[in-house]
């Protein structure tokens, strides 16, 4: 597809104008990023997996009536997604005590928690996405009460379905983080909807029986491989071959442009649920 007008540059994905309105062409890039920026290498390969990776499950999502910006893949590194306006708030759904939880609150990684956990961030960089609370959000006008109810709903629902699904590979869902997007139709109604990505950079994956770490903290940590790990969960969901897509260190290109392209068949029908006119509930 030809390039067209860029509207987004950043750290993992760059962003294009669609070909149609109310579209964008999502890339995902090769290069890794950790705390903030700090630490940055290219690695061949990991835009491809994150892209075919993400596909996958936002179509499995859309399955289970979540619905997404994911509109299909175009090529190993591209998507095409639906518009949105970026709500300025990151959910993180903890099942397990990793990451930035274990540092705040002391508490030992690995501590399965005796409830999942929902957490909220402001999407702000300059900032380091500080921790903040529901009337934070409504206070600084980043979102209302009926659209994080709505965000925090699909996020108990996206962990239990993702819980299960990457159960039943052998893996452990640890947390993940979650962005959403507001969409309008010509009445005037409005929709919150997935966007971003779901992949190894922003959930944590854990091996169930050895306990490998097989996301983004081998890079963070320095723990391997990163693109051996984003293999293993590819491979683990049948999404590439037994025998990777790459070779001698750099992705196979050849072969990843036979892996054909994924399509998001359920949003054709789907029937968006309207939060204009709803009543929250205390979220």
């Known amino acids: 597809m030809a390039r067209s007008k860029m509207l987004y540059d950043g750290k993992a994905k760059t962003l294009f104008e669609g070909p149609e309105p109310g579209t964008v062409i999502q890339y995902f890039k090769d290069d890794a990023t950790a705390f903030n920026g700090e630490k940055h290498d290219v690695i061949s390969g990991k835009g491809v997996l994150n892209n075919r990776i993400s596909a996958h499950l936002m179509t499995k999502l859309e399955g ?95 962990n239990d379905y993702l819980s299960g699904l990457f159960a039943g590979i052998g893996l452990r869902l640890v947390d993940f983080k979650l962005e959403f997007g507001r969409i309008w139709d010509e009445e ?29 903290d081998r890079f963070r940590f320095g723990l391997g491989d990163l693109v051996e790990g984003y293999q293993y969960i590819a491979k683990k969901l049948g999404l590439i071959p037994e025998s990777g897509i790459m070779h001698d260190g750099s992705i196979d290109e050849k072969l990843a442009e036979t892996l054909g392209n994924i399509e998001n068949d359920v949003a054709t029908d789907r029937k968006l649920r309207s939060i204009s006119k709803l009543k929250p509930r205390k979220v």
């Open 188 to 216: 005037g109604n409005l929709y919150i909807i997935l966007a971003d990505e779901m992949s190894p950079d922003n959930c944590r994956l854990w091996d169930a029986k050895t306990g490998e770490k097989m996301d983004k």
């Open 64 to 158: 289970i009536g979540v619905p997404t910006h994911f509109i299909r893949s175009i090529n190993m590194r591209e998507q095409l997604v639906r518009k949105v306006e970026i709500i300025p708030i990151e959910l993180v759904m903890r099942n397990v005590a990793a990451g930035s939880l274990c540092k705040r609150l002391g508490v030992k990684e690995g501590t399965v928690l005796s409830r999942p956990l929902v957490e909220y961030y402001y999407k702000d960089d300059a900032l380091g996405d500080p921790l903040v609370g529901h009337d934070h959000i409504y206070v600084m006008n980043w979102a209302d009460p009926y659209e994080l109810e709505e965000m925090t709903a699909m996020a108990w629902r996206v």
